[in-house]
């Protein structure tokens, strides 16, 4: 079975913090993702990476980063926390650009 | 981009009765994907489904790619399968998923 795992279920930080979400895949997947959802507007992507140390913006990269250094390890970085980033953070990863997508159980995270 | 819209946003069973939940689509896709988001925020994949009918257990998929919608079908719906129900589409030489805003399922006893 696939698996994503994500290095935290809940996360409280405060305004201004430097935020790191971490994303690990075990399937040798050349894509990887993150979303952030949010009630009444679903899920939106963030980032994306189709290789090692590649990446390209989501439809909302504004106020974070990415970083890739090994396939198996898609990290998110929120480089100053504001309190609209408080949302549920959704990584995925996949094989083929034509491929499902695979999800991991996701960050809940809180900037107070 | 692809408009993704999914009827109806609340579904209410009571344990036993069968349901269709629709995904309707702007664009021609090159994959549509089900998912089921249990309440602890688990996205759960279901089907991929570009077109065709598949079909799991209780749970069955068919998608129309020239009428571009797709349908999922859940029978003798169980409480656990409570939760959120997603589509998502990937178009042309996109690589990221678009979703829909989902159809919120309660089965109740």
């Known amino acids: 079975d696939v698996k994503v795992t994500q290095s935290s279920r809940y996360l409280v930080k405060r305004t201004g913090e430097k935020v790191f979400l971490e994303c690990v895949q075990d399937m040798d997947h050349e894509n990887m993702f993150w979303y952030r959802q949010d009630p009444g507007l679903g899920l939106r992507l963030i980032y994306f990476s189709y290789d090692v140390k590649m990446k390209e913006k989501g439809d909302i990269p504004e106020g974070y980063s990415v970083s890739r250094e090994k396939k198996e390890r898609f990290s998110l970085i929120l480089e100053s926390a504001s309190t609209n980033q408080t949302s549920m953070y959704l990584c995925?990863?996949?094989?083929?650009?034509?491929?499902?997508?695979?999800f991991g159980p996701g960050t809940r995270l809180t900037v107070l | 981009g692809i408009q993704v819209e999914q009827s109806p946003p609340d579904l209410i069973l009571q344990e036993g009765a069968n349901s269709t939940l629709r995904c309707n689509f702007s664009d021609s896709v090159n994959n549509l994907q089900w998912f089921h988001q249990n309440p602890w925020g688990q996205l759960i994949n279901l089907f991929y489904i570009p077109s065709g009918t598949k079909q799991n257990g209780r749970l069955s998929a068919t998608t129309v790619a020239t009428e571009r919608y797709s349908l999922l079908y859940i029978s003798s719906s169980q409480t656990t399968d409570s939760g959120v129900y997603f589509c998502a589409v990937l178009t042309g030489t996109a690589s990221k998923l678009t979703f829909g805003t989902g159809t919120r399922l309660q089965v109740t006893l």
């Open positions: 995925a990863s996949g094989r083929l650009r034509t491929d499902t997508q695979y």
